[in-house]
């Protein structure tokens, strides 16, 4: 398979799989100084489906196998916290013997949204559609992982979510309408069709005119002597053929395909 893939496919995929040994090897640091056994629990959990995902990648790029793809479950989905309540002021750790419970849930998150956010961009520069399904759903794994250490940091109070007025929300959220609500229906075409009423009135006005114009000139030329017959071609090889009315309907009925 590496003789078929491309020089910048080659790069992204070294990129998502070195990514993926650092994130490894952060969990097994982060490990013991988690203390709460919830957090032990998911991070035991995510470690393992991390390695195995790890696993299956480098075996479907070294054609061992199909590289099944897995998609990450959270042990359980909560509801999200809203709100602030006091939320605990934040602050740098001096010493490694510092480091506690939010900290390690704040490594794992961060981690987890930088490697969705890589992967994702290598997806799209992946030619090899095998590596490129194998790639996406690692990605969305990563994104599912981190929303499971962001509920547990919400319902620690760790992660709190700032909220705006009511107000405010719900305005904001009802600015927007689906595609064509507040148009009214046949809008287009009933502009076409007052357009080609116009016209049509024009065509109407200027036949009678000119049908008129001929009739008096026709006459005319009958009453002069010897003159007639110049008169009446004067008038009906006039200027007045650039502008006809058919024409006219030619160039002014036009309708341009993007208002159709």
Same mark, same amino acid.
């Given at each position: ?178 595609? /064509?609500?507040? +148009? *009214?229906?046949? =809008? !287009?075409?009933?502009? &076409? $069709?007052? #357009? ?5 009135? @024009? ?7 000119? /049908?008129?114009? +001929? *009739?008096?000139? =026709? !006459?005319?030329?009958? &009453? $002069?002597? #010897? ?5 009446? @071609? ?27």
């Amino acid at each position: 398979m590496a003789a078929n893939l491309g020089a910048h496919e080659v790069m992204e995929i070294q990129e998502v799989l070195t990514f993926a040994i650092d994130g490894i090897n952060q969990f097994q640091l982060y490990r013991p100084h988690a203390k709460d056994q919830q957090l032990r629990q998911m991070l035991d959990h995510q470690l393992q489906f991390m390695t195995n995902e790890y696993n299956g990648m480098v075996q479907l790029l070294q054609q061992q196998g199909m590289g099944q793809l897995i998609a990450y479950r959270a042990v359980k989905n909560v509801q999200p916290i809203y709100g602030l309540d006091n939320p605990a002021n934040l602050s740098p750790n001096m010493s490694l013997d510092q480091l506690d419970d939010r900290d390690v849930a704040s490594a794992m998150l961060n981690c987890h949204k930088a490697s969705a956010a890589m992967k994702m961009r290598g997806v799209l520069e992946c030619a090899d559609p095998q590596i490129r399904r194998a790639i996406q759903q690692s990605a969305v794994n990563c994104a599912e992982q981190a929303y499971e250490v962001w509920q547990y940091m919400n319902h620690k109070g760790f992660y709190q979510v700032p909220t705006m007025k009511e107000m405010t929300t719900n305005t904001m959220m009802h600015r927007y309408e689906t595609a /064509g609500v507040g +148009q *009214q229906p046949g =809008a !287009g075409s009933m502009h &076409q $069709q007052s #357009g080609a009423a116009a016209m049509g009135m @024009q065509q109407h006005t200027a036949s009678n005119a000119g /049908g008129g114009m +001929q *009739q008096h000139a =026709a !006459g005319t030329s009958q &009453q $002069q002597n #010897g003159t007639g017959t110049g008169l009446q @071609q004067n008038v009906s090889d006039g200027g007045s053929q650039n502008d006809s009315p058919n024409e006219l309907n030619q160039t002014a009925g036009y309708t341009s395909p993007l208002t159709q």
